[in-house]
T-cell receptor, first 113, second 113 residues
Framework: NAGVTQTPKFQVLKTGQSMTLQCAQD?????MSWYRQDPGMGLRLIHY???????DQGEVPNGYNVSRSTTEDFPLRLLSAAPSQTSVYFC????????????FGSGTQLSVL | AQSVAQPEDQVNVAEGNPLTVKCTYS??????LFWYVQYPNRGLQFLLK??????LVKGSYGFEAEFNKSQTSFHLKKPSALVSDSALYFC???????????FGAGTRLTVKP
């Protein structure tokens, strides 16, 4: 079982560059979300989606865009990267009989110089 | 909005001793409460949840947690700690009427032989 797959695992960007973090799940989950993890701050919710075509903002949405054109994919876009966006990013999904339990990807470590 | 507090950054216990990792929460409605564990360079893994029913919830790897509504707490416990339990533990809460889950800052558990 692939579960939640995130790519890339590591990325280094220069300030002002753009990029997309990919997230895909093969469990037919309706709910998907993006978190960033920073030391001493735990996981903070960036954006989430309750189904294809529906997205909403979390705690720290500024500087990030998302879209949900299919059930399987939920990419996170950084339009103009800033050093403050240096973090570890996790994608998570939930749905089906275990709708309240989140399944996490293995993370993307992003450095913005 | 819902929130979670984990008052201890670090918990140290000796192998074989009982362990407790503390969590308090704030929600406007009925809480769904969770514990997740993160091992180095990995995504988060689900340990246990409280949705409704018995206040004492049992989960993976011998962990349990007690829901206390009057104290708005959901402390994680294990009767006998193992060195392999050493990891970062996150408490999370979701309001029953909300679609997003909020995490605490995390508590690093170290179990010494």
């Amino acid at each position: 079982n692939a579960g939640v797959t995130q790519t890339p695992k590591f990325q280094v960007l220069k300030t002002g560059q753009s990029m997309t973090l990919q997230c895909a799940q093969d469990m037919n989950h309706e709910y998907m979300s993006w978190y960033r993890q920073d030391p001493g701050m735990g996981l903070r919710l960036i954006h989430y989606s309750v189904g294809a075509g529906i997205t909403d903002q979390g705690e720290v949405p500024n500087g990030y865009n998302v879209s949900r054109s299919t059930t399987e994919d939920f990419p996170l876009r950084l339009l103009s990267a800033a050093p403050s966006q240096t973090s570890v990013y996790f994608c998570a999904s939930s749905g089906g009989a275990q709708y309240e339990k989140l399944f996490f990807g293995s993370g993307t470590q992003l450095s913005v110089l | 909005a819902q929130s979670v507090a984990q008052p201890e950054d670090q918990v140290n216990v000796a192998e074989g001793n009982p362990l407790t990792v503390k969590c308090t929460y704030s929600v406007s409605g009925n809480p769904y409460l969770f514990w997740y564990v993160q091992y180095p360079n990995r995504g988060l893994q689900f340990l246990l949840k409280y949705i409704t029913g018995d206040n004492l919830v049992k989960g993976s790897y011998g962990f349990e947690a007690e829901f206390n509504k009057s104290q708005t707490s959901f402390h994680l416990k294990k009767p006998s700690a193992l060195v392999s339990d050493s990891a970062l533990y996150f408490c999370a809460v979701r309001d029953m009427g909300s679609s997003d889950m909020r995490f605490g800052a995390g508590t690093r558990l170290t179990v010494k032989p």
